[in-house]
């Protein structure tokens, strides 16, 4: 089994595979991957196989230099992804449909009170630069 790799948000390697409290299919181990520094959790997965794999996914770094702002649209097939805001009052980490930074069912103009796009923006990865 492949090892987990550090959390894409803090950078720990205090990560681990938790299988749910509650095991609801027969002859497997659902779970998520918890990072015990940020307290980051990840969705639930079928088994530790598929959990670490996802967890271990990582963006191509050759793409940093494209991390242009997100569309809206984008924005809105990424249920459940990071995104860095930058909104002029705040830079941080944010969950795509989260309570954090919900996305669903805004229209562009509702977004970040009508600013998204030109003074709050999101992107895949944190700009190099950003605090």
């Given at each position: 089994?492949?090892?987990?790799?550090?959390?894409?948000?803090?950078?720990?390697?205090?990560?681990?595979?938790?299988?749910?409290?509650?095991?609801?299919?027969?002859?497997?181990?659902?779970?998520?991957?918890?990072?015990?520094?940020?307290?980051?959790?990840?969705?639930?997965?079928?088994?530790?196989?598929i959990a670490t794999r996802k967890w271990n996914r990582r963006a191509d770094p050759k793409n940093k230099l494209l991390n242009?702002?997100?569309?809206?649209?984008?924005?809105?097939?990424?249920?459940?992804?990071?995104?860095?805001?930058?909104?002029?009052?705040?830079?941080?980490?944010?969950?795509?449909?989260?309570?954090?930074?919900?996305?669903?069912?805004?229209?562009?103009?509702?977004?970040?009170?009508?600013?998204?796009?030109?003074?709050?923006?999101?992107?895949?990865?944190?700009?190099?630069?950003?605090?």
């Open positions: 089994m492949k090892e987990l790799k550090p959390c894409p948000f803090c950078g720990s390697d205090m990560v681990e595979f938790v299988p749910d409290e509650k095991q609801l299919i027969k002859n497997t181990t659902t779970g998520f991957i918890w990072c015990y520094c940020c307290d980051f959790t990840s969705d639930s997965f079928y088994n530790k196989k242009k702002p997100l569309t809206l649209k984008q924005l809105q097939q990424m249920d459940g992804a990071p995104v860095w805001i930058e909104n002029g009052m705040e830079s941080k980490w944010c969950i795509v449909g989260s309570s954090e930074w919900f996305i669903y069912g805004f229209t562009d103009p509702e977004i970040c009170g009508g600013k998204y796009g030109k003074t709050c923006f999101a992107y895949a990865h944190k700009p190099e630069g950003s605090d």
